[in-house]
């Protein structure tokens, strides 16, 4: 009686199985950089360069929209980094509206709420003009709102031992902290107590490494906004790339609004949501950018639009 064949693969056959999956892999990560490096090509240079005139048009266009979204949604009240921004905003500005929006914040009872002390600081950072108390180290306070609060008012807040030393250490941080607390809390310091060689020699290569993200990240959510927003805020234009602002425009919604992620791609590179509810973080931030470049850096749109 003659022998069943074997059904198992001989050991030719496994190393073309081998070596096909091998060559199918390399071409995946051949076909992955490539687009990765289409991406970043088109995160920073412009095929067709828009005209001044048809980028001044854009630009008043996603303003006013911008500014009528921001109107009809007093829910930002509660996030006072963003009123900020908008006080920022009706300051540059001088619109009657947003400086309207303003007044009904410093009325609300989100504000100057007894035993509370950072919610006076909440209206400060909105209207500069307002009074703060002081705030000893010992005092609950949470990372963001104490940065943000000595930013503000430095002979005011107390910080902790160590906490001055890492806000203004040029290269301790990367990434988010960087841009979210870091910038952000530097771009704060410069607009209540004005520029200075010494802030200058923090904020200037903080916003640069910022900048270097932002060449790399090609994902317009709304890390991208607030890239953009926060070196502005840091009076650095120049390191602003023209086709940064073109995209930010491009991506706005009908309703004036942007989107918090980029087809569903969030701030993190493993952070994934397809169900937006929330659009004031990311609309509040990219208005806060349009507005510094029409109001305050007309000169970098002279030099990048002709």
């Known amino acids: 009686m003659t022998a069943a064949p074997s059904l198992s693969p001989t050991p030719a056959k496994k190393k073309s199985l081998i070596a096909r999956l091998i060559v199918w892999l390399g071409l995946a990560f051949v076909a992955v950089v490539v687009l990765f490096a289409l991406a970043v090509l088109n995160n920073n240079y412009s095929i067709h360069q828009r005209s001044r005139a048809e980028f001044n048009a854009q630009l008043d266009k996603a303003i006013e929209s911008s500014t009528q979204w921001i109107l009809s949604h007093p829910e930002n009240y509660g996030n006072p980094p963003l009123m900020f921004m908008v ?3 009706a300051e540059m500005s001088q619109d009657p509206r947003l400086r309207d929006y303003v007044k009904t914040y410093l009325a609300s009872p989100r504000l100057h ?7 006076w600081y909440y209206a400060h950072w909105a209207v500069p003009s307002e009074a703060v108390p002081f705030v000893s180290r010992s005092t609950p306070v949470s990372t963001q709102d104490r940065w943000f609060g000595y930013a503000s008012a430095p002979d005011k807040m107390e910080l902790p031992p160590g906490v001055h030393d890492d806000m203004f250490n040029p290269t301790k941080f990367s990434w988010g902290i960087r841009l979210h607390l870091q910038l952000y809390a530097l771009d704060i310091y410069r607009h209540f107590n004005g520029p200075s060689p010494q802030l200058n020699a923090v904020i200037n290569p903080v916003a640069e490494g910022v900048a270097h993200d932002a060449y790399w990240d090609f994902r317009v959510n709304d890390a991208y906004y607030q890239r953009s927003a926060a070196i502005l805020g840091a009076g650095r234009p120049d390191l602003i790339r023209s086709r940064w602002i073109d995209r930010i425009l491009d991506y706005q919604r009908p309703d004036g609004a942007w989107n918090y992620t ?3 791609w969030g701030r993190g590179i493993a952070e994934f949501s397809f169900s ?3 659009y004031g973080h990311s609309t509040v931030q990219a ?3 349009l507005y510094m470049l029409k109001y305050r850096y007309s000169d970098w749109i002279a030099k990048n639009y002709k």
């Open 276 to 278: 937006e509810t929330d």
């Open 262 to 264: 980029w087809y569903g």
């Open 287 to 289: 208005a806060w950018a």
């Open 113 to 119: 709420i007894p035993g509370a002390p950072m919610t």
């Open 87 to 89: 006080g920022d905003m």
